[in-house]
């Protein structure tokens, strides 16, 4: 059986295609830094090479930014199936470099308790990941000499820093890059060894404001007691986000749009093997700290949050200095699920905010940041269950379709821009440092991720 | 009488006092600032030699940081009152330098709406204050020959950086210091022509503290939801320092030691001429934020506080970043009044911030940070009234003893160190902008400062 020798040849191959990733992981290609443009430029060369290698056509395509990578394989194979399946080359920095075990930039297989893993930057976001599904198709080509699908190949190189190409880039290049569902190789598993499709994503609503207080910074000598503090004001309404009785966030409507997760789906979540202590200790946690009334995974995957990730104001550096600022700023993200509607959201926050100002203080708001609702896939598409069924057999442990705490804005893009469904797919694991030091990809991910697109082409291909 | 002709003197000489203060103010004594070190020895220098020019012995004397100026004169009248005069010729950084409407070191005469004000970086604060008692002792010398009063001159150049010498100083050479009173020029008026004696000054407790949440900065992607974070603990705790409905501070025990103004006071500060509502609009409130049981002037002078100074943590680079951090910080500073212990008061203060923490949050206390209580001055002197009636026959306005919300630890270092008392007597305006650019001095303080100090030698020496 064709299927078979493909497996085979994946499993012969392994470590030639290991090292193909090597290779691959040697070439600085961080986005963000324009120091390292010509790296994120041979990122993209050494892909058109590797996909001509295995006899694909590819081109490198340019765009205001770092390019794209454009291949097509199968196109006289009218009646397959056609997918595109998407990755980014490009990498995350690579400070703080001083708490690196090795080079980052110097890949190298280690032995570790959890097995052995590719260490270095990029291995598993994205990298890895992208080339488990090009080493499929090369191991497919080579046994059979084509491809069961029709495949369209999308490679970006600024994923790591906002993708300001990529939507222009989709919209001038739309009719080439239509297919019938878009592949994603960008997720985790929900734990080590579940194979795991995402099911939703979050959405996200980014807000910023400022309190101002007094005209100018003042001398808590002169104005402590009579002074009103915006430092003291920001907690206040900080902390009037929450109801702390039962963990949900306070702010009037907030709820609006949020859906309980079906019966269903919640049982299937309860068995998918997640290791909720595991997830809550690695990170200093006894216990979950959301909504009361649901489960980790819950809070997690299917509940909206509203988080302040930054807060600053008045002195802050060595000693003490007596001043009552004149003004105290607060950075949040809210995570969205199901309808919630990210400008009906804001609103809803800016006037909660509002509602509170005492006497005498202000608030200024920033007016430059989006928000994006959130993603809920379309699993009823046969796709999704063939292709469910293809990784429970390459990983001989159910699939499951896992919700996702995250927001990958591309799934979203593909729809609105391409009016094509997304599915999601990925190998890595929770402890794989992504955008961290010592970024590793388990080997296991890498072999048994080949496998599995090799099982999930197949499957597509006869449904 | 002898009096009157040092008063016509000073009148007559006061274009040539002018002169000299801005040779002292074209001197750039900023402390802080290592570039500045030998602009400090300096602006020594030149009081040694100023106080030498009027026949007073003087010195500079070196210290680990800036040298102190230590001069004597009248030690043969050993019945005279002995003082000891204390000032500061160093001055405040500059920047920001673009908001200054002259070079800072290059002093000048300006017209202003409120009368002719001299203006340069340390014109008041404290160059020119301190200027106002050599000048009165130069005209009692030039007039009479001799001084009213023994006096010791004891002048540093650390104060507006820490005083880190001070008190090593002041213990090294307790016998030479020691005098019946010490006289310091540093303090505001309490309203424009309104002559002031401070009979209080607030305590200061500093604090800092750290509240840590999870291991690591986490991914709200991974743990929005079932993560603590940190921001929002430090919020909800600095919010509960307060009770609004009252003001007043909500941390248990935080009044203990805290006594009502005796009613007598309380009517005298009614009466002193305090513009509240310029007081508070000046600066953009349109009514107090203090305890609602106390006036304005009460919730300055005779009340605590607990004041939050800084407050950081988290991203507060452009745009945003999804991080749910691992540590937030805060600055804390209380304002201490009658008999409130700094030391207890550190302990009640971080038992209510431990006795709020949620599971798995800690909290870090910088252990640096000093306390020192209240300063009540001991009016019940005669030379108190006796400064009072000479200072009121000067303004032709009835002085009155104002508290004040600052803290000048040396007024407690004259007590606990010298076993002296100290008089604080200032003719700053609130509008003098200390520590801030365009700083000046009114004309009037200078020269009515100059001749209420000829009174109050006058006065001191016949009590």
Redesign the interface.
């Known amino acids: 059986m064709a299927l078979n020798d493909v497996l085979d040849r994946i499993d012969t191959e392994l470590d030639a295609a290991t090292e193909r990733l090597m290779d691959l992981l040697r070439i600085q290609s961080i986005s963000t830094d324009p120091a390292f443009k010509a790296d994120c430029d041979k990122a993209a060369d050494w892909l058109v090479a590797d996909l001509n290698a295995i006899g694909i056509t590819a081109e490198k395509r340019e765009t205001p930014g770092h390019p794209m990578v454009v291949g097509h394989v199968g196109e006289e194979n009218a009646d397959a199936p056609h997918v595109l399946f998407y990755g980014h080359y490009d990498v995350q920095p690579v400070d703080p470099l001083e708490l690196w075990n090795r080079p980052p930039f110097e890949p190298q297989l280690e032995e570790t308790p959890n097995g052995t893993v590719i260490r270095g930057r990029g291995a598993s976001d994205d990298k890895g990941q992208l080339m488990t599904f090009v080493e499929a198709c090369r191991a497919w080509k080579a046994v059979n000499g084509s491809l069961p699908c029709r495949i369209t190949f999308f490679f970006e190189g600024e994923e790591e820093s906002g993708s300001p190409s990529l939507i222009p880039f989709m919209e001038a290049n739309a009719e080439e890059l239509k297919a019938d569902l878009a592949l994603i190789c960008d997720t985790s598993m929900v734990s080590r060894g579940v194979p795991s499709i995402s099911s939703q994503l979050?959405g996200?609503l980014?807000d910023?404001f400022t309190i101002v207080?007094?005209?100018?910074d003042?001398?808590?000598?002169?104005?402590?007691?009579?002074?009103?503090?915006p430092?003291?004001t920001?907690?206040?309404i900080?902390?009037?986000?929450?109801d702390?009785e039962t963990g949900r966030v306070a702010v009037d409507g907030f709820y609006e749009g949020v859906h309980e997760v079906p019966e269903d789906q919640l049982r299937q979540w309860q068995n998918c093997g997640f290791d909720e202590a595991g997830y809550?200790n690695?990170?200093?946690?006894?216990?979950?700290?959301?909504?009361k009334a649901y489960s980790?995974l819950e809070?997690?995957w299917a509940?909206p949050?509203l988080?302040?990730?930054?807060?600053?104001?008045?002195?802050?550096g060595a000693?003490?200095?007596?001043?009552?600022?004149s003004e105290?700023?607060c950075?949040i993200?809210c995570?969205l699920v199901g309808d919630m509607d990210p400008d009906a959201l804001r609103s809803k926050i800016r006037k909660h905010v509002e509602d509170r100002l005492?006497?005498?203080a202000s608030v200024r708001w920033n007016n430059d940041?989006e928000g994006s609702p959130a993603a809920v896939m379309n699993i009823a598409r046969p796709e999704f269950e063939a292709a469910r069924t293809a990784l429970s057999d390459e990983w001989q442990r159910e699939a499951v379709f896992c919700g996702?705490?995250?927001?990958i804005p591309i799934a979203g893009f593909f729809s609105s821009i391409l009016g094509m469904d997304a599915m999601l797919i990925g190998f890595a694991n929770?402890d794989d440092a992504i955008?961290s030091p010592n970024e590793k990809y388990d080997l296991k991910s890498f072999h048994k991720g080949i496998r599995s697109w090799a099982r999930v082409l197949d499957a597509l291909s006869r449904k």
């Open positions: 979050r996200m980014k910023e207080g007094p005209r100018i003042l001398h808590s000598g002169h104005y402590g007691g009579p002074g009103l503090n430092l003291r920001l907690s206040e900080v902390a009037s986000f929450y702390n809550l690695s990170v200093g946690y006894s216990q979950p700290h959301g909504e980790t809070q997690q509940r949050t988080e302040v990730n930054g807060l600053w104001g008045g002195y802050n000693g003490s200095k007596t001043v009552i600022p105290a700023h950075k993200t995570r005492p006497a005498d940041l996702m705490g995250g927001s929770d955008h």
